[in-house]
Each structure stands twice: as C-alpha cells, then as structure tokens.
C-alpha cells in the first residue's frame, strides 16, 4: 500500500528548541527552502552531528521558557618559519589566528580553520508564538589581546514567531516579525553545509517573513515572502574605524524584499525556486550626487534530496545582477560578502561600482555507511560508523572592471570514522583556486583530526586537528584591519587547533 503523509508528520514548525541530531536518523524533516531564524551562523560541525532547532510545546497553553546554545572555542596556532631570524629569534614562528588564506567573506574560506563562536537561543511561549532572542559573539573576551566590537555581537535576533496550523485545511503558516537573518541556498541537511556559506543569499535586517505550506497528497507546496529593512544608517562625517564595525557613511539604507517557491515529496525531495531584490534609494548615501541608487538582483534554484540511507544531496545555483551596488550594504549578503561593498573588494573590482555579475553553482554530498550497510535494520548514529560528505562550489565573475572576469572553484571531501562511544577520527582534503588557469594562486589543505566525546550521541567533543597547506607561490592571505589582500604576507603551512564543542 502506499503510503501518505500527513500534514502533521511532514510539517514542524521552525522555532529555537535543539536536541542533538546525528545525520541519518530516521525522523521525518519538514520541506525548507532556508534555515530558520536562530539555527547557528557556522559551518557543519565534524563528525557528522548537527543540532535540531525545530521543536515547540505541543499545547497552546503550556506556555515555557526555553534556553538552547551552542558554543565552539578553539585553542590554535599557525605553525610558520622566518626567512631571515636575528640574534635571539627563532626560525619557528606561531601566530594565532593562523595566517591562511581562510577568512570568511573571501572565496578562499573553507572552514578548516576553526573560529571562535558562541550562540545562546532565549524564547518563551507556546505552540502558537514564541519571543526569540539571540546572544551571539564570534571571540571569548579572556583570550582576546584586544577588544574588537566586531566580534562581540551582543543581541543579534530579536523576533516574535507564530505558528498558525488551523488558518486553512491542510495547511500551515510561520510567520517572523521582528529583526532576524534569513538565508537560502544552504548545502548542508540541517546547518550552512561544509564551507559555512549560503550560495544564494543571506539578509539582515527587521521585517517580516510569512511562509506557507500546504499538504496536496504526497506533495507539499510552500511559499515564502520576505521584507525587511535596516534600522540606521552611518552618519555623514562618520570615520570609518572598528569601534564603529567599518561604518560607511556612503552606504544608504537598504532594503531587501525577497519571494520563494517550493514543492517538497514525501519528505525525500525539495525543489526550491528563489528570487531577492536589495535596494537602496537614499539621498545622503551617494558618495557624489550623481550616483545611481544601487541594486542587486538574485535569483536562484535548489535542489535538496534526503534519500534515507542512500545519504542527502544538495544541488543548487544562483545568478546575481549587481547595478551600482557601492552603496548598498550589510543587509543582503552574497557569498558571506557585506553587501555591494564587500562584492566588490572579494569579486568585481575597486574601480567597478558594484556592477557585475556572478554565476553560482555549488553541490554537497552527506551519506552514513553504517546506515547503508545495516539497512534495512534502522541505525541512529548509535554504533561504529564512516560518514563521507563530498562538497564544492565555482563562481563566475563578469565585472564592469573587466580585469576581474574569471572562473573560481573550490572542492574537497571528508570522511569521520566512529570507532567507539568516545573516539572518532576524521580526515579532510580541500582544493582551492582563487583564479581558475592562474595555478600559482591554488592551494590544497589536508586536516587530520581526533574527535573525543562521552558517547556515540553525545552533546559534545574535543577537536584535536592539524592542518598542513599546499601554497602556491601566489597564495594570498588578508591582512590589516579592515583586513585586505596583501601579497607581501607569507601564508603559514601548518596550524594546530584543540576546539571544545557542546550543543544544547
């Protein structure tokens, strides 16, 4: 007989809860076209287990206070050599942060370089509406040998959340208000995949979003829509300095409104069609009075199947129009890029205005061979285990500075190995090239690493890696605060890392 699905097993609401998920456990997921307000801004963890936001109280009167985290602190240091050491220096030199060629907004990130972040989730109320709010920080003050506002977030989302099951028959409606992140074209089953990048887009800013989902059959049909603006703008004469996280004084105010289709089957397939717009038309932020108001255009597609022990696929690509985007900032982000600004240091060019356009295509691939092999016996994770995730992405750039045409790939493979309750290993190999053809710019990273947690199931672990870089003789690292490209840096080779990770 085949079977159906109801509305009820196929539809969860998004909200702040996260118990502890291994990938391949056989619970069924809700179709998505982007991570719930809340879910960590970081890359997959290793391992192969992710946290579960998706839980709320079953009853509209069992009002509750809930409080969920994640945290990842990272003892590390870049292993380099000194070309020419003086009296009383050594040739071993160590940095921390290492100086690679991984900083999050450039194309070169891969993730391998753990960072410090800490997220704490506080919400309270029922199965009906939730207040969320959100205390993020990317460094740990007593580590710190500075004090770098940028990396002390404080409240970053601050949102209502309802979920309104009953409006319509076999129907169900999530509605955001408030000020929140949203992102869309995200690789990984449950998090921002392997390279912690959505390649679609991610915004920032208060608004609202409404998404709906309506069960046809074996079909569920969803639509989402999106508004949102930002609160302030730099002032005129501002300087620019990191007290003030960079501010730009000529870039506007923005607003970004976005809309988006989807039909999920059976819990197994979701195709997702996507399409943002950010604006700004604001007088006091054209750096001469001439200037266009600027935009950027997104439009994309996914493809994401969760085929049981046959593993998870994500397939997926955008196309991004750039039109005088110097001043539209932070509030859609493209590539981890900080808005036309940031696409225009990392892909279009100084000289460029923020017009251009990328071709985006990226796909990663999660699957358990315990899972496989012991089928058609259900396994959670809760037993010896290889998982293998294989993963990329290329980028096309076409720039009005036609200098920054070219074609950048990166790709790179995984395997976790679970030998007992306490101890895993894991080995990953990552490929990367800045400028395709240009293979004096490419680099190889290979990382070992020990995993060692209190179970097959547990909360936590410690992450004990090392990290050796294959340079090219042209591989770049940034430098300086802000930091930029500069060429006269000689990256590290090796970096050491011991992570403390625990989710609740």
């Known amino acids: 007989m085949k079977r159906r699905l109801s509305i009820s097993a196929v539809l969860v609401a998004a909200s702040l809860s996260s118990p502890a998920r291994a990938e391949g456990t056989d619970q069924p997921d809700q179709p998505t076209l982007g991570l719930s307000p809340g879910t960590p801004q970081i890359n997959s963890l290793p391992g192969g287990m992710t946290p579960l936001y998706g839980q709320r109280p079953k009853d509209a009167d069992d009002w509750r206070f809930d409080y969920h985290g994640l945290l990842q602190l990272p003892f590390i240091a870049g292993i380099g050599s000194r070309d020419n050491p003086g009296p009383g220096q050594s040739k071993l030199v160590l940095h921390a942060p290492p100086v690679v060629p991984d900083d ?12 410090p972040y800490a997220q704490l989730n506080l919400s309270y109320g029922n199965s009906v509406v939730t207040g969320n ?12 040998s ?18 309104l099951p009953n409006l319509i028959k076999t129907a169900d409606f999530e509605v955001n208000v408030g000020a929140f992140t949203s992102r869309y074209g995200i690789m990984g089953e449950y998090d921002e995949g392997r390279y912690g990048t959505p390649i679609i887009a991610r915004t920032n800013g208060a608004g609202e979003t409404i998404l709906g989902r309506y069960a046809l059959g074996d079909l569920i049909l969803q639509v989402e829509e999106g508004l949102q603006g930002q609160s302030d703008k730099a002032p005129t004469g501002l300087v620019s300095d990191g007290w003030n996280g960079f501010g730009d004084p000529n870039v506007g105010t923005g607003f970004v409104g976005h809309g988006h289709l989807g039909v999920g089957y059976r819990g197994v397939g979701n195709l997702g069609l996507h399409y943002l717009v950010a604006w700004t038309a604001d ?6 009075p001439l200037q266009p108001d600027g935009r950027i255009n997104i439009a994309g597609a996914d493809v994401r199947l969760t085929m049981g022990r046959l ?37 279009l060019g100084p000289d460029s205005n923020g017009t251009g356009k990328l071709t985006i295509v990226a796909a990663q691939y999660d699957l358990s061979l315990g899972r496989l092999v012991r089928y058609p016996t259900p396994f959670a994770g809760d037993g010896p285990d290889i998982f293998v995730s294989l993963f990329g992405m290329q980028v096309g750039v076409d720039s009005s500075e036609n200098s920054y045409d070219m074609v950048k790939r990166k790709f790179g493979a995984i395997g976790t190995y679970s030998l007992l309750p306490w101890l895993a290993t894991t080995l990953r190999y990552d490929r990367v090239q800045p400028h395709v053809g240009a293979e004096a710019r ?63």
């Open 104 to 115: 999050l907004p450039t194309f070169s990130h891969t993730g391998v370089v753990p960072t």
């Open 283 to 288: 007088d006091r932020a054209n750096p001469t």
């Open 146 to 163: 500075y004090y770098d506002p940028l990396k002390q977030r404080g409240i970053n989302d601050v949102f209502l959340s309802f979920h």
């Open 311 to 347: 593993g998870h696929l994500y397939l997926g690509g955008s196309y991004v129009t750039a039109h005088d985007a110097r001043s539209i900032g932070r509030i859609v982000e493209v590539l981890n890029t900080q808005g036309g600004p940031g696409l225009m240091q990392e892909y």
């Open 442 to 504: 490419t680099f190889s990273v290979l990382s070992p690493a020990v995993l060692l947690r209190t179970g097959w199931q547990s909360h936590d672990q410690i992450a004990i890696q090392y990290s050796h870089w294959f340079n090219g003789s042209l591989t770049t690292v940034e430098a300086g605060y802000p930091p930029v490209e500069d060429p006269s840096v000689v990256p590290d080779a090796n970096a050491l890392s011991i992570s403390a990770v625990c989710w609740w």
């Open 133 to 144: 709010v959100t205390i993020l920080a990317t460094t740990a003050s007593v580590a710190s």
